[in-house]
């Protein structure tokens, strides 16, 4: 988890040092950062984003995201791996 947050306090770090911006914007960034991060293929989706595998679980399984705990979504994506 550590690890994650680095990432993407590093992406947001770059983000705001490439359109030189001030540190007022770093919530922005940090959002920004995590909205490219997502989209990103990853190759522990099989080079696959999060974004289109989150996509194709609600549309194989018809329940929304938000309805489901973090620990039921850690379960959901090893099924569909091993699927």
């Given amino acids: 988890m550590e690890r994650k947050h680095q990432h993407i ?46 996509s194709m679980t609600v549309y194989l399984i018809s329940v929304p995201l938000r309805c489901l705990d973090p620990y039921a979504l850690l379960l959901l994506f090893r099924l569909i791996d091993i699927n």
């Fill in 9 to 54: 306090l590093g992406v947001a770090r770059s983000l705001l040092f490439q359109a030189n911006l001030p540190k007022t914007f770093w919530a922005h960034a940090i959002g920004h950062a995590v909205h490219i991060i997502n989209r990103l293929p990853t190759p522990f989706f099989y080079l696959k984003s999060v974004l289109f595998k989150l």
